[in-house]
Each structure stands twice: as structure tokens, then as C-alpha cells.
């Protein structure tokens, strides 16, 4: 090659080009084969410079993409056809692809020129060849990138927007025709004022303000910020839009624009609109059926107290009848029943067993008869008057009961106490007192029991009286179809607010147990 004179610049060029990472070779025009190639790109192409210097012209061919021959050889012809007059272009850049040893190709951008080497008849090609190939990639995957993005920016429904510290749009996404009627290019330039009314426009305004003065005291902080504003239609009309924003800074971090994204929030305003006036609608129902709810309510409160109140005058109706017959049984026929027994004491003669056995015998039967019924008056009075005649103490009444039936039933009936019992308010205990005889006479009755436990516990909140037999215990729900005993106890528990509760007992018999809670007694 004459393009450097000097033999030893040559030989140093030469020296460059095998070390340095660029395409290099000579390429006959005449034979279209090439003469030498440096050893970067025999490295490339897999092959030795003995076989690219060997190969035939259509073998050389195939070392240069199919598409991209028209590209090397229309520049070369060209160079050839205006060598004669010493005119051809120098070092003309074009974009080729080469063939690897994997078939593959790789992008190269080449420079060619003609040149003379010393020896050889006619001009050659010197090229110049760099691999591009990963800025090829890189750029590929930018219009990629950049397709896709234009793809997503033209059919979104969301506006996004940039505009200056003045509020002038630089830049919208051509959504915003769809959402507003105007053209990016309408709006661009402008300020706010052409879509924004004199309502919003002060909203965003003060916003701005508001975010650079806390931009100003937080660097970094500021910008974000969501606003629901009414925005103008071109042609005529407002939409209902949802705004969020931040700032754009640059590198040093200094506030520099505001960006925005903008979407149509006329539906969702008018379903909120919607949900709130129908919650407005169901709270105000919900307070009239409240007050509602509660008239009635208290008004069942208070029937409900009035009922109480008239079953307890009515029960202590009955009890003060009882009590009433209990003290006549008391006062007038057991004292008759004595004078009886007196007089037919006073009537015995020892001497009449010798001269009247038979009348003897007879007036001891009447006595005993007569002791009997007085023994049974009594336990009849006591019954009917629940309480004794000289306490108005729970305890004593119970005690009183069991000594009572042990002699009535002859059973075993024992009675205890637990905790401190407190004093309960005057008409009240007898209802106690009722439960347990009727839960004793339905052991013995139905029960068939012999033995008897009465347990009257006392705690700070509730006193619980417990009435356990042996005898043959209940089946079923005692509740579901109740007799006329159950209902009588259900009914004063329910006077003292408590509960009853019948239930068999594991061992056998039968548990009647009735919770009175202090803090709801009846009061006088």
C-alpha cells in the first residue's frame, strides 16, 4: 500500500492493525476475493488468513449478511467506475452484518477506500470494520422500549402531563382529547386557565404554593399532592377529575417542574355521591327506628315492670291469704283441738279401765286422734304461713321447712348454709321458701325420694339455693311442657330476676337450683 510512504510506518501500522480490536483487510475488486485480513477479524469469522485468502468469490459472499451485500458492493463498483478519473469517495461509512462461526451475524460499521499496494495490478479495497453489534442491541431494545411506551401512552385513558413552575403545559399524552376535547397541541404552551375553572384553578394554585414552601423548609419532601378538580370541556361542560402530582428536579435536586397524571373521576364521584346519600338516608333511618325501637322498648320495659308488679301483689295476695288461713289453722282450730284434748284427758278415770275397759280404750283413741290432728294443724299452719310466726329470716324459714318435712314425709332432709346469707327485702324470701316445698313435694310425690339436701350459698354478687334428692330423676325438658308445680317455681324465681334450672343429677335423682342475683332484688 503507497497510502504511507514510509516502509517503516508501514510495517508499524501494520503491527497496529493485528493488535488493535477492528476489522481489517484488503479486497481485490477485480477477483472479489480478499487479499489479507488482520487477525481480529479471522479471529471473528473462525478461519485462518490462509483460508480467508482462499476463499472463492461466492464463498466470500457468504461472510457478509444476504440483505447487506447490495450495501458493500453498489459503494465499491461506484469507486471503481470514478478510480479512472480520480474522483472516488474516501472511507464511505455503512452498516453491514457479518457472519460468525455459529452462523450468527454481528453488526459492523465499516469505512472503505481504494488504495494502491505495491506489486499488485490496479487499485484494492482497504476497509475498516467496528463492531457495533451491542450498540445495535442497545438500540433495538430503546425502539423497543420506545414503541411500546408510544403504544401504552396512545391508548391509555389517563392523561399524563409535565408543566413549568408557571403552570404552562410542556407536555400532555394525546389522551387528553379523549378526556377534554383539546389536542396536546391546543393546551401545550398555556396555562391552566383554558381547562381549569375559577374554582379549581384557585385549588391548584394554592397547592402549588403550599408544596414549594414545604419543598423550601424539607428539600425533598415536597410535590406530592392529590386533588379532586373540576376541569372544562372543550366545546362546553365539566368533568369530574382525580390529580396526583410531584416534582421533577434535576441533578443537583432543585425543583425544576411538576409532573401529573390525570384520570376521569366522574363516575366514582357520583357513586360516592350516591353511597353518601344513601348512608345519609340509612342513618337517618336508623335513628328514627332507634328512637323508635327505644319508645318501645321502653315501654315494654315499663309493662314488663308493671306485670311484676301485679304478679307480686297478686302472689302476696295469696301469701297474706295463706298466712291469713295459716293463722286461723294457728289461733282458733289447733287451739280447739287442745281444749279437745284437755277435756278428754280430764275425763279419764283410773278406776274406769276396771269398770269400762271398752270406754277406756275408746276415750285414750279419741286423745291420741285428737293429738294427731293437733300435730297436723300445726304443720298445716306452718305451710300455709311459709315463714315462722316469730322470724322474717330466709335461714330460720328453711330450717323450719326441712324439720317440717323430715315429720310430714319421713324422710331424711338436711339443710345447710354457705357464705354470708344477706338479709332480703320484706315479701320477698317467701318466694324462696315456695320453691323449695314445691321442689321437696314433687321429690316425694313423683321421685319417690327418701333423702332431701337443702343448700342456700351466698357470694358478693348472687345467693343460690340447691334442692337435691335420690330419687328416680326427671326425663326430658322439665320446661317444655311444664306442670302446674314448675310453673309456680319458674314464676317466683322470674319475681326475684333469677334463674331456674332442673336438671337430673349424674348419681341420680334430681337438682332444682335457683340463682338469685342480689343486685336485682325487688325493692319494697
Known amino acids: ?152 401512552l396512545d391508548n391509555m385513558t389517563d392523561v399524563i402531563w409535565v408543566c413549568d413552575l408557571q403552570m404552562r403545559f410542556t407536555f400532555l399524552t394525546p389522551s387528553v382529547q379523549q378526556l377534554l376535547g383539546y389536542t396536546p397541541e391546543e393546551v401545550i404552551g398555556i396555562g391552566p386557565s383554558v381547562t381549569l375553572p375559577p374554582a379549581s384553578l384557585q385549588i391548584v394554585s394554592q397547592a402549588l404554593t403550599e408544596e414549594l414552601a414545604r419543598e423550601a423548609a424539607h428539600p425533598g419532601t415536597g410535590g406530592r399532592r392529590r386533588l379532586l378538580l373540576e376541569q372544562n370541556r372543550k366545546g362546553g361542560g365539566t368533568v369530574w377529575t382525580e390529580v396526583n402530582t410531584s416534582f421533577l428536579r434535576d441533578e443537583t435536586g432543585k425543583v425544576i417542574a411538576v409532573a401529573g397524571v390525570t384520570r376521569d373521576y366522574t363516575v366514582r364521584r357520583e357513586a360516592e355521591l350516591l353511597e353518601r346519600r344513601l348512608r345519609e338516608e340509612l342513618e337517618q333511618r336508623v335513628l328514627e327506628r332507634t328512637a323508635e325501637l327505644q319508645a318501645l322498648n321502653q315501654r315494654l320495659e315499663a309493662e314488663i315492670v308493671e306485670r311484676r308488679r301485679a304478679q307480686r301483689e297478686a302472689l302476696m295476695a295469696v301469701e297474706q291469704e295463706r298466712h ?55 304443720m298445716l299452719a306452718r305451710g300455709l304461713c311459709a315463714l315462722p310466726f316469730d322470724t322474717d329470716r330466709l335461714e330460720d324459714a328453711l330450717q323450719l321447712l326441712a324439720q317440717d318435712s323430715r315429720r310430714l314425709y319421713a324422710i331424711k332432709c338436711r339443710y345447710s348454709v354457705k357464705g354470708p346469707i344477706p338479709e332480703f327485702p320484706p315479701g320477698t324470701a317467701i318466694y324462696l321458701v315456695r ?40 326425663r326430658g325438658d322439665p320446661f317444655a311442657k311444664p306442670g302446674l308445680g314448675v310453673r309456680n317455681m319458674r314464676s317466683r324465681a322470674e319475681m326475684l330476676q333469677g ?26
Not at 342456700?456 to 330423676?473: A, C, E, F, Q, Y
Open 1 to 152: 500500500m503507497n497510502v504511507i510512504a514510509s516502509p517503516s510506518l508501514q510495517r508499524a501500522f501494520l503491527e497496529f492493525l493485528d493488535c488493535y480490536p477492528i476489522l481489517v483487510h484488503l479486497w481485490d475488486p477485480e477477483t472479489r476475493t480478499f487479499l489479507w485480513m488482520n487477525p481480529y477479524g479471522c479471529a471473528f469469522h473462525g478461519k485462518t488468513l490462509e483460508q480467508i485468502t482462499s476463499l472463492t468469490p461466492l464463498e466470500a459472499r457468504t461472510l457478509i449478511h444476504p440483505d447487506d451485500l447490495p450495501l458493500v458492493e453498489g459503494p465499491r463498483e461506484a469507486m471503481m467506475r470514478e478510480y479512472p478519473a480520480g474522483r472516488w469517495s474516501t472511507f464511505i461509512p455503512i452498516e453491514v452484518r457479518r457472519r460468525a462461526p455459529d452462523a450468527t451475524f454481528g453488526w459492523f460499521l465499516t469505512w472503505e477506500t481504494l488504495v494502491e499496494r505495491e506489486g499488485h495490478p490496479g487499485p484494492v479495497v482497504l476497509s475498516f470494520s467496528q463492531d457495533i453489534s451491542q450498540r445495535k442491541r442497545v438500540e433495538a431494545a430503546l425502539a423497543e422500549r420506545e414503541s411500546n411506551l408510544k403504544v401504552i
Open 324 to 378: 291469713r288461713l295459716g293463722q286461723d289453722l294457728h289461733d282458733d282450730l289447733c287451739q280447739r283441738l287442745v281444749g279437745a284434748m284437755c277435756l278428754a284427758k280430764s275425763l279419764e278415770d283410773p278406776g274406769l279401765k276396771h269398770r269400762e275397759p271398752a270406754l277406756a280404750r275408746g276415750m285414750a283413741t279419741i286423745h291420741d286422734i285428737l293429738a294427731q290432728a293437733l300435730e297436723q294443724a300445726r
Open 435 to 474: 320453691i323449695a316445698q314445691e321442689a321437696i313435694n314433687n321429690a316425694v310425690r313423683h321421685g319417690r325420694a327418701d333423702h332431701v339436701d337443702l343448700i342456700l350459698r351466698g357470694t358478693p354478687t348472687h345467693v343460690t339455693l340447691d334442692i337435691k334428692d335420690n330419687g328416680v330423676g326427671i
Open 499 to 524: 334463674t331456674l334450672v332442673i336438671e337430673p343429677v349424674r348419681t341420680g335423682g334430681t337438682r332444682v337450683s335457683c340463682a338469685i342475683p342480689l343486685d336485682r332484688l325487688p325493692r319494697p
